[in-house]
Nanobody, 126 residues
Framework: QVQVVESGGGLVQAGGSLRLSCTAS????????MAWFRQAPGKEREAVSC???????VYANSIKGRFTISRDNAKNTLYLQMNSLKPEDTAMYSC????????????????????WGQGTQVTVSS
């Protein structure tokens, strides 16, 4: 069983930056493909980014060029650096994990990830 815990959310003004963290335990972190998702009130969950065990990354078009996903296997931690934040980035951000070596073509649907955290709230004020 993999336990996933997010942190780093908060309130930030438009144009600002935040870095989210996600720790995963219960499995060798280096064997996990990890992803970030977000969900705004009244909206469907949206895929943000995925990073595989070789640090290959995939980004949603809506955040490409503003967000950067990374991982530190020594710290069992996944990161999401968010720059140039916009009010429409306001959402609950969750990370997900799967014992897999790559980000599958269906990763954005979210269903391939069996392990999820509770989420961390990001609020961007205008």
């Amino acid at each position: 069983q993999v336990q996933v815990v997010e942190s780093g959310g908060g309130l930030v003004q438009a144009g600002g930056s935040l870095r989210l963290s996600c720790t995963a335990s219960g499995f060798d972190f280096g064997d996990l493909t990890m992803a970030w998702f977000r969900q705004a009130p009244g909206k469907e969950r949206e895929a943000v980014s995925c990073i595989d065990v070789n640090r290959a990354t995939v980004y949603a078009n809506s955040i490409k060029g503003r967000f950067t996903i990374s991982r530190d296997n020594a710290k069992n931690t996944l990161y999401l650096q968010m720059n140039s934040l916009k009010p429409e980035d306001t959402a609950m951000y969750s990370c997900a994990a799967k014992v897999l070596t790559y980000c599958p073509a269906s990763w954005a649907a979210g269903g391939v990830f069996p392990y999820w955290g509770q989420g961390t709230q990001v609020t961007v004020s205008s």
